[in-house]
Antibody
């Protein structure tokens, strides 16, 4: 059973960069699936941020594309999210997730990590 | 971008009752691209249904999905206490954004 675990600072200053890492265990990040980041502001719904394939191919949500970079480190079996120029609107629980059976869905999720943007 | 509209926003039912949740998409989509998730308070979402009607691993058979085109339904045949949660539908886009979610239905105990 593949497990995902997010890690990173819980507090980021406005205009700074939010950086998170998702460690993959119980399986290889080089499996033929895509790995995603999703966020959820407090009390609100889910927003997909972007995804990466182990070869480095990426897709981003157009609404965030100018500020987002997702990268992969196969040697550490993990992938990362960088979101720059953050504001209070970026305060959210950030989840990493993996593509599920059959594709077209997110079949496994990390527990999530709350990132607050505040001075 | 395809918009997903879930109804009702809140559904109040009792254990043992049947729950019917709706998800409508702004354009017709392939059934393969429609999924449902359950999210309990303080937890990550959990995949329930993929391909509109296929149950994910370990999901009880009281959960079922149906629909096609622009209208999709999640049915919980007999509610158990642990089923009270927020439910999201999701569609997959062939171009980004890859995943778009509905606003959620809050299934609460009556």
């Amino acid at each position: 059973q593949v497990q995902l675990q997010e890690s990173g600072p819980g507090l980021v200053k406005p205009s700074g960069t939010l950086s998170l890492t998702c460690a993959v265990s119980g399986g290889s990040i080089s499996n033929n699936i895509w790995w995603s980041w999703v966020r959820q502001p407090p009390g609100k719904g889910l927003e997909w941020i972007g995804e990466i394939y182990h070869k480095g191919n990426t897709n981003y949500n157009p609404s965030l594309k100018s500020r987002v970079t997702i990268s992969v480190d196969k040697s550490k079996n993990q992938f990362s999210l960088n979101l720059n120029s953050v504001t209070a609107a970026d305060t959210a629980v950030y989840y990493c997730a993996r593509e599920g059976r059959g594709g077209y869905n997110l079949g496994g999720w990390g527990q999530g990590t709350l990132v607050t943007v505040s001075s | 971008e395809i918009v997903l509209t879930q109804s009702p926003g809140t559904l109040s039912l009792s254990p043992g009752e049947r729950a019917t949740l709706s998800c409508r998409t702004s354009q017709s989509i392939s059934s393969s691209y429609l999924a449902w998730y359950q999210q309990k308070f303080g937890q990550a979402p959990r995949l329930l249904i993929y391909g509109a009607s296929s149950r994910a691993t370990g999901i009880p058979d009281r959960f079922s999905g149906s629909g096609s085109g622009t209208d999709f339904t999640l049915t919980i045949s007999r509610l158990e206490p642990e089923d009270f949660a927020v439910y999201y539908c999701q569609q997959y886009g062939t171009s980004p954004p890859r995943y778009t979610f509905g606003q959620g239905t809050n299934l609460e105990i009556k």
